[in-house]
C-alpha cells in the first residue's frame, strides 16, 4: 500500500494530537512540522523521532515546509484560525493538497481566493469538519437519503458549549479568546452546519441562500473573570463583545430554514442540539429520538436506539470506526481517513473547497448581520452557479451527500 | 360571596366549554349568551337553563349581548379570531371588563385601538393566555424570581403540534385554516410568548425591540389532503401561504433575545419546546431537566423533578389547580380565576391591555418580516414609554411578573 506523505503546521493542543494520531496511520509517513514557537516544534520532531527513529524536518516558519521538495503529497494546517487560509492557498499553488482544522475565515474575499486557487491549480483542500462523520449525524443522513423525514423542511443545531474558561486563557495557546473578545458573530457554527448542509445537499443541488443573527447581551465571560479571580484580574474590566448566545437563520435556496446557536459563555452541558425535519418525521438530537409517521404509534417519540441497527450509517458499520476511543468518538478518524483516501487516490475531498469557503464565511455574514441590527443579507455563491448541477462527490471515496456502501472496500488497511 | 355576572359570546368548541366551566362555578352568572350561529346560541341557553332551572337571554347578535343592561361587569369572547378586538372594545365602551381568547390582531391599528380604548375607559381587558398558567411555566417563573437562572439572556418556545387536520377543515367551525391559506406568519405565538414575556418583565422595565420571521416552504398540508382524501378532495390543489416552519427571533429592550418556532403541518408530538437561559444555568422544556450552577455537578442534566418540591409556584401549591383534571389540567381554570379576580375587585387584569396588545401584535409583524425577506420589523411601544417605569401588578392578584403567595387568601372559594 502507498505511503502518503504529508506534513503539519500548527502544534498547539490539537495540532500536536493530530501529529500523534498521523504517527499511528502505518500508511503516512509525516516529512515534515512546523509551529511558529520552537519548542512546540521540537517537540513535534521528537515526536517523529520517537516514531521514525530517525530526525524530521522541522521549522517555525510555515513557508520553509510549504515550499519544501521532500515528496510530500498534503499538509495537516492545525495553526490559529486567522492563518488557515493562507497557508492553505500556498500549499495548494505548490500542488499539495490542503487539510485545515475548523474555524471562520478573516474575510469573504479569503473564502473566494481559497475557490480561485482551487479553480486555477486544480488542488482540492478540506476543511476537516469532523461533526460531519459522527455516529449520530451518519445515522441520520442514511435515514434522510433513504427518506424516512420525507422532503425535508427545516434543520437546527449548535455549538453549545461552556468555554467561559478562554476568558483566563489569553495565552499564545488560545486565539478563540481574542475573538470573543472582539467579534459579535456567529464564531463556531461549522461543527452543527456542516452536517446539515450534508443532509440539505448544499452546494449539490442546494444552497444557502441568506442569513440573519441575533446576539444577547455579552455577560457570562465578565461574570466568570469577576466570580473566579476576583476584580484585579486582567479582563475583569474586559468588554467582551460575542453576545452570550448567538441564534442565526439561514434560508435555503430549496426552501428549507436552518437554526443555529452559538453558546459558549454560560454554564451548561454540551450539546449540538441537533434538529432535522420533514414532511414525514423528525429527529432531536437533546432527547436522542424520532417520531417517523408510519413507524411512531401516536404523537409520541421513539427512542433512537431503535433505528441504530437498522439505520447505522455504512461506514460505521464497516470500518473500526466505532472501536476508535480517542478522537471524540472516532469522527476524527473518519475525518482524517477522508482526507487521506482523496490524497491517495487524487480525487476530490469529500467537503470540498467550495462547502469549506460557504462553511467559512457564515462566521462574516453573521457578524455583518449583527452589525446591521439583524439585517438579512445573502450568502455568495461560491460555486457561480454550479450547484444547480453538481452531482455529489466520486463514489469511490464515502460522498457526504450520498449513501455509498462500496468505501474502502479492501484497499486501504486500518 | 359577590356574584360576577358575565355574558359569553362565541359557543363553538372551546366557547361551549367554556360555558360549561363558568356555569360550574359558583360565584358566576351567566347572564346571557351569544353566537352568530343559531343551533349553537341555543345549545348554550340550553345549557343555563339546565343549571339555573330558568331562561336565559341569548341572541345571534353580539352588539345585543354586549349592549344588554343586564348588571354584567364581564364578557367572555370566544369568537373567531378576526372578532375579538372589536367585541372587546364594545364591551370596555360599555364598561365591561373584556376577556378573550388566543389569537392574532388583524392589523396593528386594531393593537392600538384596543389600548386608546382601554386609556379612554379605563375599562381593563385580558387575552385569555392559559400557558402563562401552566404548571411547569409557573414553576420556572419562581425560580427566575428567585434567582435560579442569574441574568436572564434568551428564552425560547413554540406552538409545536400536528394540526394537520385543519386542511379539512374549511367549515364554520375552524377559522384557523383560512389564515393557513392566505397568510405567512408566526400566527399562533402566545401560548409559549406569554409565558416568556412574563420570564423577562416584558412591559414592566422591558419590552420587544424587534423581530423577524423566515418560513420553509409549504408542503405538509396539501401532502395531507392528497395523501389522505385524494386528489379530488376540494384542496387537493389548495396554494396554502402559511411556510410549514415558522422561526421568529426578537431582541429585548434589555438584550436578551428569543426564538418561537411555530411548526403545525408535521407529523410530530406536541411541544412548546419552552428554553430559558441565563448567566447561572438553563431550562429544556423537552428534557424536563435543568442544569444550575452551584446545584448542578457536573457538565449535565437533573430531572425536573428534583426541584418540583422547592420551587413549585405558590399559586399551584395553594389552589386546587392540580386537582382540575379539565382544561389543560388546571391552567385554564387559573387563567379565568385570574381575570374573575380582577373583576370582583375592579382591578387591573393580570395581563393587560398592553401584554394583549404586544401579544396579538407578533402574527402581523412576522408576516410584515417574512413577506420582505426576513427584513427586521420593529414592534410598537404600546406603553408609549411607559414600560420603563412599570411595576408589575397588584399584589392583590396574583401577578405574573413576581411571585407573592398572599393571593386568594380566604376570600374565594374554590
Given at each position: 500500500m502507498k505511503t502518503i506523505k504529508m506534513s503539519i503546521i500548527g502544534l498547539g493542543g490539537r495540532g500536536t494530537w493530530w501529529l500523534g494520531e498521523l504517527l499511528k496511520m502505518e500508511d503516512v509517513e509525516i516529512t515534515a512540522v512546523c509551529d511558529k514557537f520552537e519548542d512546540r516544534m521540537e517537540r513535534g520532531r521528537k515526536m517523529c523521532e520517537d516514531r521514525y527513529g530517525r530526525d524530521v524536518y522541522g521549522s517555525t516558519k510555515w513557508q520553509d515546509v510549504v515550499n519544501r521538495d521532500d515528496g510530500s503529497e498534503a499538509v495537516m494546517i492545525t495553526t490559529y484560525w486567522n492563518d488557515h487560509v493562507k497557508i492553505a492557498i500556498a500549499a495548494m499553488k505548490k500542488g499539495k493538497y490542503a487539510a485545515f482544522e475548523v474555524g471562520p475565515a478573516q474575510s469573504i474575499r479569503q473564502c473566494w481566493d481559497l475557490v480561485r486557487t482551487y479553480e486555477e491549480t486544480g488542488v482540492p483542500c478540506m476543511l476537516m469538519e469532523n461533526c460531519c462523520y459522527n455516529r449520530e449525524e451518519m445515522t441520520v443522513l442514511n435515514m434522510i437519503k433513504k427518506g424516512l423525514f420525507g422532503e425535508l423542511l427545516h434543520c437546527q443545531g449548535g455549538y453549545q458549549h461552556d468555554l467561559r474558561g478562554v476568558a483566563n486563557s489569553f495565552s499564545r495557546d488560545h486565539e478563540r479568546a481574542w475573538h470573543y473578545l472582539h467579534r459579535n458573530a456567529e464564531l463556531y457554527p461549522t461543527h452543527e452546519l456542516?452536517?446539515?448542509?450534508?443532509?440539505?445537499?448544499?452546494?449539490?443541488?442546494?444552497?444557502?441562500?441568506?442569513?440573519?443573527?441575533?446576539?444577547?447581551?455579552?455577560?457570562?465571560?465578565?461574570?466568570?473573570?469577576?466570580?473566579?479571580?476576583?476584580?484585579?484580574?486582567?479582563?475583569?474590566?474586559?468588554?467582551?463583545?460575542?453576545?452570550?448566545?448567538?441564534?442565526?437563520?439561514?434560508?435555503?435556496?430549496?426552501?428549507?430554514?436552518?437554526?443555529?446557536?452559538?453558546?459558549?459563555?454560560?454554564?451548561?452541558?454540551?450539546?449540538?442540539?441537533?434538529?432535522?425535519?420533514?414532511?414525514?418525521?423528525?429527529?432531536?438530537?437533546?432527547?436522542?429520538?424520532?417520531?417517523?409517521?408510519?413507524?411512531?404509534?401516536?404523537?409520541?417519540?421513539?427512542?433512537?436506539?431503535?433505528?441504530?441497527?437498522?439505520?447505522?450509517?455504512?461506514?460505521?458499520?464497516?470500518?473500526?470506526?466505532?472501536?476508535?476511543?480517542?478522537?471524540?468518538?472516532?469522527?476524527?478518524?473518519?475525518?482524517?481517513?477522508?482526507f487521506l483516501e482523496a490524497v491517495r487516490r487524487k480525487i476530490q475531498t469529500p467537503i470540498d473547497v467550495y462547502d469549506s469557503a460557504t462553511l467559512m464565511a457564515v462566521a462574516l455574514l453573521s457578524e455583518e448581520s449583527i452589525s446591521m441590527g439583524s439585517a438579512t443579507v445573502a450568502i455568495p455563491d461560491f460555486t457561480d452557479g454550479m450547484w444547480i448541477k453538481r452531482e455529489p462527490g466520486p463514489k469511490s471515496i464515502f460522498s457526504l451527500s450520498e449513501v455509498d456502501d462500496s468505501i474502502f472496500e479492501g484497499d486501504v488497511e486500518f
Open positions: 456542516g452536517p446539515i448542509m450534508t443532509y440539505l445537499d448544499i452546494n449539490r443541488g442546494n444552497r444557502l441562500m441568506s442569513l440573519n443573527s441575533m446576539a444577547t447581551k455579552s455577560r457570562g465571560l465578565k461574570k466568570y473573570v469577576n466570580d473566579k479571580f476576583g476584580p484585579d484580574h486582567p479582563f475583569a474590566d474586559a468588554d467582551f463583545r460575542l453576545g452570550d448566545i448567538v441564534t442565526t437563520t439561514i434560508r435555503c435556496a430549496n426552501g428549507e430554514t436552518i437554526v443555529l446557536t452559538h453558546d459558549t459563555s454560560s454554564p451548561r452541558p454540551y450539546s449540538r442540539g441537533g434538529r432535522v425535519q420533514g414532511t414525514c418525521g423528525l429527529w432531536m438530537e437533546d432527547l436522542h429520538a424520532l417520531h417517523i409517521e408510519g413507524r411512531t404509534s401516536g404523537e409520541v417519540w421513539e427512542p433512537m436506539e431503535k433505528y441504530w441497527e437498522e439505520f447505522e450509517h455504512p461506514l460505521w458499520k464497516k470500518t473500526k470506526a466505532a472501536d476508535f476511543t480517542g478522537g471524540h468518538g472516532g469522527m476524527d478518524w473518519l475525518v482524517m481517513r477522508a
